[in-house]
Structures are given as C-alpha cells and as structure tokens.
C-alpha cells in the first residue's frame, strides 16, 4: 500500500505555489493566512521568467509595504484606480467615466462597451496580480481579463470587504472566469486573544479564523478623557515595548494632532499617512516606530500592536459593512490591541456590541 | 510492522487477557470463550459483519454482545490495526494534520481512532466520533481509549459514540478543522448502503466546517465484499465534489519475514472551501 502524505494532498500554499505560472488563479484566505506573501512570491516567480507580470492593490498603504516587502527586485506595483484610470486614457484617448463628484465610483458598463472600440491595443501585461481584491468592484476582474493581461492571480477574503464597491468570492470569480478558490485556513498572524477579539465581528459563510499561534495577552478596551492621556499611553508603550505600533484614527484633524505630540514624545519614528497628501513613499513601514493611519489604508497591514481610537465610527455595527470594518482592523495586531474611547465614553449602545470582559478586558 | 506497542499492550490486557482467564477457554487460539476458533469466526463474527449486540446461542453455551466483540477484537482487529497504523503512517509523514474531526464509519472498537492516534502522537489534539450500530462494540472502543489514556495516549482526544452518523450533535461553529472520514471493513455489511452512508456522513461534515476531507476505504482483496466501492466512490466524487487520489490492491507487512497482509484500499480528498462555489 502506498498512500500520498497530508501535505502532497492538501493545498493552501503549497497548491499556490504549484500553480503552472501560465494559469489564472484565484486564492481565498482570512487575515494573517499570508496572501500578501504569496502573491509577492507568485509576482517573482512570473517576473523570473522574463514576463511582464503587475500587481495591483486596494490601497496606496499596501502598495507601499509591498514596495518596501519585495525589496530590490522592483516589481511593477500599483493601486488599482491608478493604474486602471491611466490605462482607460491610453486606450481611448478619454476619461473613464464617472459620475460627477464621484471620483472613483466609475461607471464600468460604460467603460467595458467603449473599448469595443479599441481593440487594437492588446494586452498591457502577461501577467496580473491581485491583491484584496475583495474590495474591488467586480467589473474590473472583467477590465483585467479582456484588456490588462491573459492570465490573472487574485488573492481575496470575502470576510474583509470594507467598500461598497466590493465583490464576493463568487462575483470575482465570475467576472475574471477564474478557477474554484484554494483556501488558505491557517492564520500564523495574530494571537488566539486578539483572533477571538476578531471572531467576534465575523460575519459571513466562510467559518471564523483558525488561529495557530499561542497564547499572549488579553485585548483591551481603555477609556481618556483627553487626546493627552492616549498620546502618554502610546508613548510609554513605545518605550518599553518598542516594535511596530499602528494607530487607527479616521480624523486627519486627530491624526494630526497625535502626530505632533506624539513627535515631541518619543524618540523613534513617527509617521502619518494622509491620503490627500499621499506621503507612504517616506513611511518605512518595517522599522520600528509609530505609524498613524485611517481604516482604508491600514488594510492589508500588519502592527506588532495596534492602538483603534474614534471607535464611534464603525459601533455599534448598525450596518454589516461596519462589521466587516472591525473584523479587519482587529486582525491587523500580532501581539496586542487596545481600544480607546477618548475623550468621552462609548454609548451602551456601542460597548453592547463589543465582545465581554472575558474576551475584551475594561480597564 | 507489528502493532505499536502502546496499542499492543491495551489490546493484551482488554482482549487476549479476559478471554485466556475466562473459565469457558481452554487454549484462547483453540477455543476462545469456548467456541471452536472456524466456528467464532464464521458464525459468531460473521466475517465482522454479525449484529454484535446479539446473544449468540451456540451449541456449547451462549455467548454476550460483548462476549461477540471481545472475540472480534481478538481474531479481526489486529490485521485492521495494522492496516490503518500503516495508512496513517503514511498520512501523516513529516505532515501536519491539526486538529481534525475523525468520522469512523462502522468503527468497531474504535480500530481508526486508536490508529490515527499512534500516527499523529502521544499529545495528539483531535475530535475522535465513532459510528458503529453495535453498542458492545463501542463499549469496547471506549474501554481501549480510557486504557491508552492511562499510558499517556490519547489524552487529548475528545471521544464521541454513536449508532449512526445522524446523531451526531455537534455544537461547535462551523471551522475549518480537517475532517478524516474512515471506512474500514464496513461496506461487506449487507445493512449498509453506500450512497447513503456518504450521504449521511457529509451532512455532518457540513455543520462540522468548510476544511479539507480525507475519506479513507479499506477492505479485503475479496471481489464480494468490495462490490460496492464504485457506488461509494461515485458518490464522492460526483455527488460531493472529491477527487479520487489512489484506488488499488497493496499489501502491507505484518512482522519480520514474508508476513504480509494484501487489502483493497481507496484514498479520496477534497480541497476546503471546495463546497462554497462548484
Ligand atoms: C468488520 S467490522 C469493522 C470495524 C472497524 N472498522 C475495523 O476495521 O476494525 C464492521 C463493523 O461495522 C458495523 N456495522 C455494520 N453495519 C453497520 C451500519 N449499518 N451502521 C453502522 N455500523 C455498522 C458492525 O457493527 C461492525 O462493528
């Protein structure tokens, strides 16, 4: 009797990673199961056989540790919107169309049926990578398919969408004619604490994150009554903890403010991504410091801790996209998450939502 | 390859021991319980496929449920020990199986659980259900387990006994835990049918999770008793979405020499998440 081991059969990165580079691929998984790694590895692994291969991200944030994550090797990396947009222009000579005042809500109907007309221009790229795809609308799997490059890698998690914008495992599938997902299960990011912390926002079919690392510390829920005490707080963890820090703000008048105290505090780097002054070029994301960030641009991330402020923005969860939002941002930590609630309290409505004591300590 | 010797041990102290003291033996390889050896084998087991929980009248006297699956345990289980161990071994080689739910299907003395257990470790995590009709057989699985507990396997498995696999009540939210699905010596049985036993077993595996699924048959080499393997891999495959990965006649062996064991055995696997779009 001769029977395969567990590991030949089952897939997860292995099968990633076997994937003839000529076949389109789609690529399932929960936070911190490593599709960013992967799909860094796959970009390499088509880019060493002389073809042109581009990997396109959600975010500018993303596009920069990918940047700063592959190093040397210089592969073309670049937001979907950036890309598609100059792309769009090139073919057609025109804008792609887009509602007034709705920059980036582009009308892709209209887009697709206007390069009918220009079919000369074939393929930009022999290889597409994908990266969060979730959170891009499902047209543009379409977009890429027909004009961006024959063979297309997608790696998503239909549990993270925080867009309205986004697309189901399924409408990806559709839409870019993509084989059946490989799922990754394993998450090797974060602490079974802050997993449980997570798990209580998930939402959706696919089952809650397996996690495979052990135990560290319980989540934290703190509340300041000023913006002063949560700057200390930062500080001092700095200081003795040291690491990667992540600070989730949606105010850039907060995030600012926090910046600037945080700078006359602590001796170490301190940055703040700004997306209307896209600044991510100058953050060295992987060196030890503060990094200060809002929902849309920490996705993809990871913080050895992560410190969620204005927490008043996504609870209590009246709507599923809310979730979702937590779902992700509580992912994002390796070792620990804190809460705060600054500088007035959170409503009972909103603490009703959070996960208990026992999984979310008050302090 | 002989059995491993955790397991060896429980089997000598639960099995051969009580039958060679019962007052009914007089050699337990001659007449065990005080049955002729051809006899036990042919009525009392039926081949392994006899209703377990029966008393059995014979002319020398009557014989219990348990009387009938500690006789099992001593003529069939140790060929089906070997077989699975070496699977198992093989299964798990340098690989990483964390945590899985194991579905023995037709489980008698728990003869999967004990096997994959000795595969994946002494410390071993994994949810063990044995499925068997007959009570005195699981009752005997049960007693095994507590054994191995006592020398230190085993001691993280949670263990559950059913009559069939719709009474499983499973109470943890849907995971990605890999499921391992055992069929061993099980489809002879002229009660089972085998669309319904996947069937059944993939209801379960459904309110279990969305992880990867090993199915593992194994059987005699006799033609009759493996006639319904293609029903049973049909059903995987075209009903449940398995791709068949091996399906042949091999041989294992059993000790030192030219011992060696010959069975039919099939291996079929599904990828997770596989269910959600095809
Ligand atoms: C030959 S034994 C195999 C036991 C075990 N799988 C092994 O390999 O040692 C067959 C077992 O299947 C059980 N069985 C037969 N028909 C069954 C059914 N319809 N449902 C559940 N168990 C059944 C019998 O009670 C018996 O324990």
Request: proline share 6%.
């Amino acid at each position: 009797m001769r029977l395969p081991s567990w590991t030949e059969i089952t897939g997860g990165p292995r099968e990633v990673l076997e994937t003839p580079l000529d076949q389109s691929l789609l690529v399932a998984g929960p936070p911190g199961s490593g599709k960013t790694a992967l799909a860094i590895r796959r970009a390499h692994m088509v880019a060493d056989t002389g073809q042109r291969v581009l990997m396109i991200t959600f975010n500018r944030m993303l596009r920069r540790a990918i940047g700063l994550l592959e190093g040397t090797r210089a592969l073309e990396v670049e937001t979907m919107h950036a890309h598609v947009g100059r792309d769009f222009t090139r073919r057609t000579g025109a804008l792609i169309p887009a509602p007034p005042n709705r920059g980036y809500d582009w009308i892709w109907g209209e887009a697709l049926a206007m390069l009918d007309g220009h079919p000369e221009a074939g393929p930009s790229h022999d290889h597409l990578i994908v990266d969060e795809a979730q959170d891009l609308p499902s047209e543009f799997f379409r977009y890429a398919r027909l004009h961006l490059a024959p063979v297309v890698s997608v790696f998503a998690d239909e549990n993270q969408a925080i867009t309205r914008q986004s697309s189901t495992l399924q409408q990806i599938r559709r839409a870019g004619a993509l084989p059946p997902a490989i799922m990754l299960v394993d998450n090797h990011r974060n602490t079974p604490e802050i997993v449980a912390v997570a798990n209580h926002f998930h939402a959706g079919r696919l089952p809650t994150l397996r996690v495979r690392r052990p135990g560290g510390d319980r989540p934290r829920l703190v509340h300041h009554s000023d913006l002063g005490q949560t700057c200390a707080m930062i500080a001092r963890w700095f200081t003795t903890t040291g690491g990667s820090i992540g600070v989730v703000v949606e105010r850039n008048s907060t995030g600012w403010q926090l910046h600037r105290s945080l700078r006359a505090r602590v001796d170490g780097r301190v940055d703040m991504y700004d997306s209307k002054h896209p600044n991510e070029g100058r953050i060295e994301l992987f060196t030890p410091g503060i990094t200060i960030l809002n929902h849309r641009s920490i996705k993809g991330q990871e913080f050895d801790t992560l410190f969620v402020l204005e927490l008043e923005q996504f609870l209590p969860c009246s709507a599923a996209v809310q979730r979702q939002i937590m779902y992700m941002i509580c992912s994002r930590p390796r070792d620990y998450l804190f809460m705060v609630s600054v500088p007035s309290a959170l409503s009972a409505a909103a603490l009703a939502v959070l996960p208990g004591p026992d999984v979310l300590e008050r302090v | 390859m002989g059995l491993p010797s955790w397991i060896d041990t429980i089997r000598r102290e639960l099995i051969v021991a009580p039958i060679r003291d019962d007052p009914r033996t007089l050699d337990p390889y001659e007449d065990p319980l005080g049955v002729p050896t051809r006899i036990v084998f042919n009525d009392v087991l039926g081949g392994g496929q006899a209703e377990f929980d029966e008393a059995w009248h014979g002319p020398r006297g009557k014989l219990s449920g348990a009387d009938r699956a500690l006789l099992y345990g001593l003529l069939i289980l140790k060929g089906h020990l070997q077989e699975l161990t070496a699977a198992f071994d093989m299964l798990t080689d340098r690989a990483e199986i964390w945590d899985p739910v194991v579905l023995d299907l037709g489980c008698g003395p728990g003869t999967g659980g004990l096997a994959l257990a000795n595969a994946l470790g002494r410390d071993a995590q994994f949810t063990y259900v044995g499925v068997d009709r007959a009570a005195s057989m699981a009752e005997l699985g049960e007693r095994l387990m507590q054994a191995a507990q006592t020398l230190g396997w085993m001691t993280s498995v949670e263990r559950f006994w059913l009559r069939d696999t719709g009474e499983l009540n499973w109470r943890e939210p849907i995971s990605w835990r890999p499921v391992i699905i055992i069929a061993s010596y099980l489809l002879a049985s002229p009660t089972v049918d085998a669309r319904a036993l996947v069937n059944g077993a993939m209801e379960q595996v459904r309110k279990i999770g969305r992880g990867d699924v090993a199915v593992l048959y194994t059987n005699s080499v006799r033609l009759e008793v493996n006639h319904q393997l293609p029903r049973f891999r049909d059903c995987l495959i075209e009903d449940h979405g398995f791709e068949l990965i091996d399906d042949n006649e091999g041989r294992i062996s059993t000790g030192g020499g030219q011992n060696e064991r010959r069975l039919r055995y099939a291996l079929f696997f599904r990828q997770a998440g596989r269910t959600l779009e095809d």
